[in-house]
């Protein structure tokens, strides 16, 4: 609880396990949470900081590790509390719903981008390829939710693998292993999962190993903003004239996001909301930014 007239008080306490974990005020929290006092607490291992639990096989690539904090607004209850009146719960009504306190396209741009003071982290996930030889291990997310509805979250072409809820590995007698995969990650208010993911190049398409289809000419097709005008990784094409390509050395782009679709809206805008990408960036050595 709060202190009275302003003053200021300490907690202290012991991060007995592994894990992540949610903190947020417990002060009228129907008000103050969803007004945005909470945070994102993680807790490393005894193992190391690259394994997400003192399991050996929850060994991650500590460059491949990501938040995903996953949050909602309903502009009448801010302006409400701005103007200090009452509001009634029962009209409570998500209307924005935020990824790391951005709202797509925020979402993929830079840690502390300039124009965005108050959001500074971003949640494009950046990874490479697995390798057993050059890279074996996999990347991790750790999901959060201080919603007030269940989260559906969708990597398009990619599972997961399960490893960790609320802050618990999941292992089960004799520390045995009940990891499992999932394609939609479905997190339910005051939630965590830790989920372990990697990315197969697994047909290993190249210039000399060609994808086996036709590709349409170049004016019969819509290029995205990201399409580096080749279907190979770490390969760039030709593009059409006046074309404008924000890829930057043949990277690949996944889309992530909520599967509840009016949950990548902001009121009503589509194509907004808690929406962000995978970035896969060829094998190192590359020459990406």
Known sequence: MAPPNGASV???????????????????PQKQVRMGLFGALVVRP????????????SQFTPEEEF??????IDPYQHQAAESGLEYNLNYYHPRYWLVNGRAFPDTIADNFAGWLPSQ????????HPWSLASHPYPGLIRYLSVGTENYPFHPHGNNGLVIGRDG??????????????????????GQTWDVAFRWHDAEAYSPASPVPVTIPSEYNVENGMFYSGSPYLGVQGPL?????????????????????LYQITSWGMTMSGAITYLRIDPPLPNSCP
């Open 168 to 189: 618990n590995a999941l292992e089960g007698p004799a520390a045995a292993d009940l990891s499992f995969e999932k394609f939609a990650i479905n997190i339910g208010p």
């Open 67 to 72: 938040m995903v904090l996953l949050s909602e």
């Open 120 to 127: 500074p982290y971003g949640a494009l996930a950046r990874i």
């Open 10 to 28: 300490t907690y202290s306490f012991v991060a007995g396990k592994p894990g992540t974990f949610l903190y947020e005020s417990g002060t009228a």
């Open 240 to 260: 059409p004239v006046g074309f404008s390509s924000l890829n930057q050395c043949g990277e690949y782009y996944i889309i992530t996001h909520n599967h509840a």
């Open 46 to 57: 005894a193992t190391g900081a690259d394994h997400a639990y003192d399991r050996a096989d």
